[in-house]
């Protein structure tokens, strides 16, 4: 039986709702059916990222950083550029709903909405997603698998006087890349004063990307959803786009 075959058999057995929806949700089914559900190679392949990853992070104070500064007066931290994010303090009061009514607290502010994107294509007939081993500061065990493109306004922009980030082209062209989906999400709201990321999908042609740099992974669906019930492995904003889908 061809996919087309199975797939009207499939939506002859359930309720007639959102035919659209059904359609995307056999396809993925019957997708997944023909998926590589394997992981050890991506596993042993982030296992050795974070092995041969020479940067070291540590702690120093706030006054050691280089083109940080400490607003005098507001005690609100902040880039020479203006750029980036800065921290600040806030005053809650009338919160009677909560375990205390009033609380002051310091929060990372960022006032532009950043792009979370991962790229899509067909392998094989298979949908594959690009994952980046990508190190932070903050990770735990240095490297998480992220994805294809995690940045700010001010990364994009270039206000730190570096490299454009990798593949922002597929996000920003819309000739580049097909965008499935484009989210605007918010993140946490304890730590982050009115902060939004914009959750993309961007689909290219199977003959596209076939070399892609080093640091960089196709996995497919049933793959991904196996690696994100992995300690530490995938990061909270690939966490964010899949459930943009």
């Not at 089914?29 to 990853?53: A, M, P, Q, T, V």
């Not at 120093?60 to 020479?80: A, F, M, R």
């Amino acid at each position: 039986m061809n996919s087309e075959d199975l797939k009207e058999n499939i939506k002859s057995l359930l309720p007639n709702k959102d035919r659209e929806e059904l359609d995307f949700l056999i396809d993925d089914l019957i997708e997944i059916s023909k998926s590589d559900s394997d992981i050890s190679h991506i596993i042993k392949w982030l296992e050795e990222k974070r092995k041969n990853c020479d940067i070291e992070t540590e702690e120093i104070g706030i006054n050691n950083l280089d083109k940080w500064h400490v607003h005098p007066e507001t005690g609100v931290i902040s880039h020479d550029s203006e750029k980036f994010f800065s921290i600040i303090g806030v005053k809650v009061s009338g919160a009677e709903n909560r375990e205390v009514s009033s609380w002051t607290q310091p929060m990372m502010k960022q006032q532009e909405t950043g792009i979370l994107g991962l790229i899509t294509k067909k392998i094989n007939g298979v949908k594959h997603y690009l994952l980046y081993a990508k190190y932070e500061p903050g990770n735990t065990h240095k490297i998480q698998l992220s994805p294809t493109l995690q940045a700010t306004e001010s990364n994009l922009k270039l206000a730190h006087g570096g490299k454009k980030p990798r593949f922002a082209e597929y996000f920003e062209d819309q000739e580049k890349a097909k965008v499935l989906t484009s989210v605007v999400s918010v993140e946490d709201g304890g730590r982050f004063y009115l902060k939004t990321n914009r959750n993309m999908v961007a689909e290219v042609s199977e003959n596209e990307l076939n070399e892609i740099p080093d640091e960089y992974i196709w996995v497919n669906t049933i793959q991904l959803k196996k690696l994100l019930k992995i300690d530490n492995a995938v990061n909270s904003l690939v966490r964010s786009i899949v459930g943009s889908l």
